[in-house]
């Protein structure tokens, strides 16, 4: 019988994980399909229930369900140190994080090296969690900026165990961004047209990278300063794609192919 896979989130209805995921299905021959399933917090619960009951392969979590989840299937070590999973597997009935080694994977293979670099994450929610913790893996010290500091601060003390990290706010932000090897923006900013970015391209240079999460635009405005003042950069679709990618794998056991699912992501953006 055809394996159903899907994505839960809110809201959902733009996720381009359905088109990745079947691209790749399609060009294995997989008789699968993966669909995206608008889920309110207050359902979750019942949803990864539903979804177990129904035989479901496996389910991605999205915004904003990523750290709630962990609530009611058993984290692995790594989502349960990041505190957000974003994969659930019913075979193992656990959770999984596949954004951090997604991030450390689109940076590397971007060719930006972050062991002992110093980094700039701006932004201190769900998607920062998985991006700071990749770092701290690969040897960065990090700065986490954010709107709210005393976010930045709670996220910092939460991480401190796996690596050099400190919380602080927005204030200041060209010497922040001037102490820094590479910058990653985790918040919304730049999703829409006329946002202006937190970082603008006369704070950068041509020896810095700049790595922005935000997928659509894909040419966010961020990437577009960080182009003009010459900074290597990375975008959304890169992680996107590799976080599809990991877990694919995870609840398959079959490594897909990473090109097939980057483009269809990338056409679809
Ligand atoms: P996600 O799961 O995508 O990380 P989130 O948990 O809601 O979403 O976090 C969004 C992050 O972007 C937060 O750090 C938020 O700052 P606050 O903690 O002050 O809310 C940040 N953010 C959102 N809009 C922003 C804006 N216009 N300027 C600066 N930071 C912003």
């Not at 209805?13 to 889920?39: I, K, Q, R, T, W």
């Not at 090296?113 to 994450?121: S, T």
């Not at 060209?174 to 946002?195: H, I, S, Y």
Request: proline share 4%.
């Amino acid at each position: 019988m055809r394996k159903v896979y899907g994505v839960i989130g809110f809201p959902v209805e733009h996720s381009l994980s359905p088109v990745m995921h079947n691209a790749a299905f399609e060009a294995l021959g997989m008789d699968c399909v993966y669909e995206a399933f608008e889920v309110k917090g207050k359902d979750l619960e019942c949803a990864i229930a539903g979804a177990k009951r129904l035989g479901f392969g496996g389910l991605n979590v999205t915004i904003p369900h990523k750290e709630a989840v962990i609530k009611f299937i058993k984290p692995d070590r790594v989502a349960a140190e990041i505190g957000a999973a974003n994969t659930i597997d019913f075979k193992k009935m656990k959770a999984f994080n596949t954004d951090a080694p997604a991030a450390a994977q689109a940076l590397r293979d971007s060719g930006v090296d972050v062991r002992q670099k110093n980094a700039l994450v701006l932004g201190a929610g769900g998607a920062a969690r998985a991006v700071v913790y990749a770092l701290l893996k690969g040897g960065a010290s990090v700065t986490i900026a954010n709107r709210t500091p005393a976010k930045a601060a709670d996220l910092a003390a939460y991480m401190r165990a796996v690596g050099d990290v400190f919380g602080t706010s927005l204030d200041d932000l060209r010497e922040k961004v001037r102490l820094a090897d590479l910058v990653v923006n985790t918040t919304p900013v730049g999703m829409r047209w006329e946002d202006r970015p937190l970082v603008t391209r006369d704070m950068l240079g041509r020896s810095q990278a700049v790595f922005d999460l935000v997928y659509r635009p894909l040419d966010t405005p961020l990437l577009k300063e960080a182009k003009a003042a010459g900074a290597k950069t990375v975008d959304g679709i890169a992680m996107l794609a590799r976080q599809g990618a990991l877990s694919f794998e995870l609840w398959t056991g079959v490594k897909p192919p990473l090109d097939v699912m980057e483009r269809s992501a990338r056409d679809a953006a």
